[in-house]
Every structure is written in structure tokens, then in C-alpha cells.
């Protein structure tokens, strides 16, 4: 069982950034991939930037690349998103995730454990 909670989320201009982190409960932390997604009102649930259980290696939906960085702290139990230069499109509620397989994946289906989700507002 892991239990996750974001924070660090809030109101910024277009062109800033914020940076999210995502606190994970339990011993296995490590054991799993981790993954941001983030959903816009009317919209379905997208994914963002995943990191794979090491933190080698890291996915980016294609919007994002460049502006935005995943990474985790495996004895910190903490996995963060730094977002930069901001758009008013990237306004939506970001959700952590961790799923136990063995590949990192942009399906979110595929995710076992969900937080409650940060709001992310940028204003034009």
C-alpha cells in the first residue's frame, strides 16, 4: 500500500514556474515507477512526465519537454515536477501516481496508487 500526497501548488503568471512534489508512505517507494498526470476541467485525465524506479529515466508528454523536469529522492520518499515557463494550457489539477510495473508507462490505467491532486492555476 502507498499512500501519496502532492503539495506546492498555486496561482502564477504565464512564463513562471512551480515546482511540485508528490510525498509517498511506505517502505517500497523505490519499487515502483512514478508518474504526473494532470486534468483540465471538461477534459480527461492526461499524463505529464513519468521517471522509472532508479530515476534514470524520464518521459515527457510532448508539450511539456523542455519546461518541465520529473525526478524523485528514493530515501526521501519524494518524487517532484519542476514546471518553468508556464502556460495558461498547463492550468489543470496535477495527480502523483505510482504503479508497480515493470515499465514505466503514460497510461493511467496502469497506475495502482493515485494523491488527491494540487491545483495548478496560470494566468495569462
Known amino acids: 500500500q502507498v499512500q501519496l500526497v502532492e503539495s506546492g501548488g498555486g496561482l502564477v503568471q504565464a512564463g513562471g514556474s512551480l515546482r511540485l512534489s508528490c510525498a509517498a508512505s511506505g517502505r517500497t517507494f523505490s519499487s515502483y515507477s512514478m508518474g504526473w498526470f494532470r486534468q483540465a476541467p471538461g477534459k480527461e485525465r492526461e499524463f505529464v512526465a513519468a521517471?522509472?524506479?532508479?530515476?534514470?529515466?524520464?518521459y515527457y508528454k510532448d508539450s511539456v519537454k523542455g519546461r518541465f523536469t520529473i525526478s524523485r529522492n528514493n530515501a526521501k520518499n519524494m518524487v517532484y515536477l519542476q514546471m518553468n515557463s508556464l502556460k495558461p494550457e498547463d492550468t489543470a489539477v496535477y495527480y502523483c501516481a505510482a504503479d508497480s510495473g515493470l515499465v514505466s508507462t503514460s497510461e493511467p490505467s496502469n497506475y495502482d496508487y493515485w494523491g488527491q491532486g494540487t491545483q495548478v492555476t496560470v494566468s495569462s
Open positions: 521517471v522509472t524506479r532508479s530515476g534514470r529515466t524520464t
